[in-house]
């Protein structure tokens, strides 16, 4: 996974890349439905004539990915599937988490299936024999830490106390550097910014423990914000692309000015993937000091050819110091190799092309390829370790 | 009409077209007012001093249609009109509607003032006397159903009955291959997602058959819509872009989010127009399986030299099966040559130099550029005939 | 502050620009905060580590302000910062002012804290010793105008009155040229369209004045613009991008659909800044015959290097006599000469590739950019004088 000439562009395709909010890989061996299933953020039909390969998406896996499999560049469908069978789950996870060059990943955890790595087998999977140590911490999701409180049963009133300490009980785990919230896909942010009184978060828990299934009331959604707020970490919050379970719109973190302006000055905010919402991103990046942004999931979707033109939105106003890298992989080792390569090329380009036309001076160019790529998230998280 | 070198665009300039969605032409000679009114989606008052020649879409007539009439690019627009006026309305509409390369024609024929042409005088209009079959199918506007439903005097409890038997009828008449709504016009889609009762119908009903005019109660665009799903076929949906009596930010398709859920696994949901909502568009078209997208309006209105840029949002995360070509051209000839050049010089550059890049195999670009210009729309509106 | 080879290029970076919308500089010499301060829309926490540098509009500063201060390009914040202090702000003024090669500014008073420039301030700081006149005209801030009513002290039930009265004393102030509403600060645009009753205007007006604070009642938000109509004279509308007071998506100019359809045929609207909301702006001014735009502000704070894919979507489908040049540089001298830079480069570089394209003829081309950097607002203002 090769990028073009420029020094601007080597320190990007050589820089240890801190992946600031990425998922577990499969151990599975895939067949083409499961396969399919993890390559798309739509649903395929078993049997059904659309191929989750005629995609932007799979066309860059068909070019990118298929060369680290041994296969010719534009490999068919059928070649890939046949090949990534034939070296079995743990060799291809090994090619390509060894080939993203990562050497720091956060992993959401709240969102494993069965035979899914957890961090540390993660972190194992990217290390090579006599390489740099490759590191992984962990990010809670606040939503799994809710309904399982939920889960093991409370009364209403006793709710937030409980969830506020399952939340410190979670964080307080060696390894945990930040909390995320799926707020985007429950309420949306199109809610009330003010933090719920007492009786309304007890008359809230009292509705939805007395319904059960997931977190979406809209009292105890903006509870989770304000309790994330109180546990002192970084708060990551999915924003824009997501699968069809979201309501599109209402994932414009626009919809969260008046929030943000009330906690102002409390934990860093970072916007996860935002696309197609970058440039409303750049500018809360722009003017609250506490937020930043990565366009994680949309760089490998719209492939590498395409993460220039995101990141150029992305970056549009966007202060150095706040965009951060993230491939937001999930499932398939792919995803953390082409998320890696659209970043390194996304990035590289702009950023070379900017020096070669004398409009960015290359120490400056520099810094902000290692900023982005590493040193914001190092920062932000206060990590320590990795390379 | 020419685009650039590479087998792509080659592929694409010959390439007979699929126009899905557009509307007749009309036979009238047009005086300079009357030609303006149709080159803009917005008001020409007659002795203002703006002219609709002064926009990126009359800069594109002067560039790409002057030829066509014999005159030098870039004719001053007087020349144009009288040269225009000289040749008389047949032969101006039989030289664009050839130049245009269309082989099949879908024709919303739902807004067609008089002197306009029916989609088989349209099919005539582009066939070449040596050349391959042209086709024109029929799309039926269910608006124009439902008003003249009302027309015809209805009781308001037999209202949606009649409706569906009026829309059943419609759409049993030979070469219907396909219904279309103007809801985002009506009343936007940030509509309630569920379908109305039988009383909520009967008093909407009531209320709108009391007072006449133009369907925009929601409840009865909401039946509307639920009616278009059982007809069976697929379902055109007016999208972003339109003239002045459009709610911009109300026709974004993504407010269909909680509609387009409930409805899957039923027809197909073709979106029109999109810009400047692609992206959004892209998105649902990646998550639903039942919905398509195109950016047709748009393309002829940013000109030729801007589809490209335009063409890339659209297909940012598009699977390759999703996107197809409509010209939406309405009135003047101009608009279906016009937007066939920006559709193929927009997709064939775009994805030559993919191509060129090896970003993309060439048989995956040129099954592409084949499906998006005339496969995908073969196949969803199961199209026979046409070349 | 040089632009590249051809003769679009070269007539923009010659050409007088008519600045339809600024504020004042200050006169003060600036400490290292307080320049940040001024050189970003966010917070700058003195003490904190963000450095308003590191940011696009930062890297531009020292990329393309640096030569005129005689500092190397890219010359490190630290440099710049000594070199502007040892020179005083009258003579950094001076030079960017100059180099702005602005012949009429439009100054609006409404925000000017104490040692900011007046109108004939700013005009003489950027006169040339032996060149043409430069003139600078005034835009009357209308919330300035009602709060000052307020704290006056009025009765409710004479508040409007009395509000029309002060603006249209205002208005016919000599210089006055058009007026200016910051509604989409104060209650954002998706508000009531209609003209708000006597009544409705005196309870509100109760409402406010006993409270006193800002002008952000819906009801008398609505009520000034209304009375803008009434003025006569072009209407300025600040939209999209601004600081952390806003909420950027109840600034999207779509949300103004209903009222502009209401006010069509009266004052000229002119929307300023408008990213990232510039394609809903650019079908604005396409549909409606009173609306122009510009992308002022956006311009110098993505740069120069990145204002051409800005004004790409901003003309998008805007008709020529739409677009209008604003810098809205507010504080620091900078900002008007970057400002100026930056909307000559990117649309020298738009029409000069599309010249050279042979997309647009030259003399379209050359009559394009003299529109949108000075005649449309000489035309839409009416002014004289300046150069």
């Given at each position: 996974?090769?990028?073009?000439?420029?020094p601007v562009?080597?320190?990007?395709?050589?820089?240890p890349?801190?992946d600031?909010h990425?998922?577990?890989?499969?151990?599975?061996d895939?067949?083409?439905?499961?396969?399919?299933?993890l390559?798309?953020e739509?649903?395929?039909?078993?049997?059904g004539?659309?191929?989750?390969?005629?995609?932007p998406?799979g066309?860059?896996?068909r070019r990118?990915?298929?060369?680290?499999?041994?296969?010719?560049?534009h490999?068919?469908?059928?070649?890939?599937?046949?090949?990534?069978?034939?070296?079995g789950?743990?060799?291809?996870?090994?090619?390509?988490?060894?080939?993203?060059?990562?050497g720091?990943?956060?992993v959401d955890t709240?969102?494993?299936?069965p035979r899914?790595?957890?961090p540390a087998?993660?972190a194992?999977?990217?290390?090579?024999?006599?390489g740099p140590?490759?590191?992984?911490?962990?990010?809670v999701?606040?939503?799994?830490?809710?309904?399982?409180?939920?889960a093991r049963?409370?009364?209403?009133?006793?709710?937030?106390?409980?969830?506020?300490?399952?939340?410190?009980?979670?964080?307080?785990?060696?390894?945990?550097v930040a909390?995320?919230?799926?707020?985007?896909?429950?309420?949306?942010f199109?809610?009330d910014?003010?933090?719920p009184?007492d009786?309304?978060?007890t008359?809230?828990?009292?509705?939805w423990?007395?319904?059960?299934?997931?977190?979406?009331?809209p009292v105890?959604?903006?509870?989770?914000l304000?309790?994330a707020?109180e546990?002192?970490?970084?708060l990551?919050?999915?924003a824009?692309?997501?699968?069809?379970?979201?309501?599109?719109?209402?994932?414009?973190?626009?919809?969260l000015?008046?929030?943000?302006?009330l906690?102002?000055?409390?934990?860093?905010?970072?916007?996860l993937?935002?696309?197609?919402?970058?440039?409303?991103a750049?500018?809360?990046?722009?003017?609250?000091e506490?937020v930043?942004l990565?366009v994680?999931l949309?760089?490998h979707?719209?492939g590498?050819?395409?993460?220039?033109?995101?990141?150029a939105?992305?970056?549009e106003?966007?202060?150095f110091?706040?965009?951060?890298y993230?491939?937001?992989a999930?499932?398939?080792?792919?995803f953390?190799?082409?998320?890696a390569?659209?970043?390194?090329r996304?990035?590289?380009d702009?950023l070379?092309?900017?020096?070669?036309?004398?409009?960015?001076?290359?120490?400056d160019?520099?810094?902000?390829?290692?900023?982005?790529?590493?040193d914001?998230?190092?920062?932000?998280?206060?990590?320590?370790g990795?390379?």
């Amino acid at each position: 996974m090769r990028t073009g000439p420029g020094p601007v562009r080597e320190t990007l395709a050589a820089l240890p890349l801190v992946d600031h909010h990425c998922h577990g890989v499969t151990t599975d061996d895939l067949d083409r439905t499961a396969f399919e299933s993890l390559l798309t953020e739509g649903e395929v039909r078993p049997g059904g004539d659309l191929s989750a390969f005629d995609t932007p998406v799979g066309a860059a896996v068909r070019r990118h990915c298929a060369p680290l499999l041994d296969l010719e560049r534009h490999a068919p469908a059928e070649e890939y599937l046949a090949r990534r069978s034939a070296l079995g789950a743990h060799e291809v996870n090994r090619r390509f988490l060894a080939a993203a060059g990562t050497g720091v990943f956060c992993v959401d955890t709240g969102f494993a299936p069965p035979r899914t790595t957890s961090p540390a087998d993660l972190a194992r999977l990217a290390q090579l024999p006599a390489g740099p140590t490759v590191v992984a911490h962990e990010v809670v999701r606040l939503e799994v830490v809710a309904e399982a409180v939920a889960a093991r049963g409370v009364e209403p009133e006793e709710y937030a106390d409980a969830f506020r300490a399952a939340a410190l009980d979670a964080v307080r785990r060696p390894g945990v550097v930040a909390v995320k919230s799926v707020a985007a896909y429950r309420t949306g942010f199109d809610l009330d910014p003010a933090r719920p009184t007492d009786t309304e978060v007890t008359r809230a828990a009292h509705a939805w423990l007395s319904h059960g299934g997931r977190l979406e009331h809209p009292v105890l959604v903006r509870q989770l914000l304000w309790t994330a707020v109180e546990l002192g970490l970084p708060l990551q919050l999915h924003a824009g692309f997501g699968d069809s379970d979201l309501r599109l719109h209402r994932a414009d973190p626009a919809l969260l000015t008046d929030w943000l302006r009330l906690t102002s000055g409390t934990v860093p905010v970072m916007l996860l993937h935002c696309w197609p919402y970058q440039r409303q991103a750049s500018y809360l990046s722009a003017v609250f000091e506490q937020v930043y942004l990565d366009v994680g999931l949309a760089l490998h979707h719209v492939g590498p050819a395409r993460a220039r033109a995101v990141l150029a939105e992305a970056l549009e106003i966007t202060p150095f110091r706040k965009l951060l890298y993230s491939s937001d992989a999930y499932g398939v080792a792919e995803f953390y190799g082409l998320g890696a390569l659209a970043f390194r090329r996304g990035l590289g380009d702009l950023l070379q092309d900017l020096v070669d036309a004398d409009e960015l001076g290359l120490p400056d160019a520099l810094r902000l390829a290692r900023w982005a790529g590493a040193d914001n998230a190092r920062r932000i998280y206060r990590l320590t370790g990795g390379h």
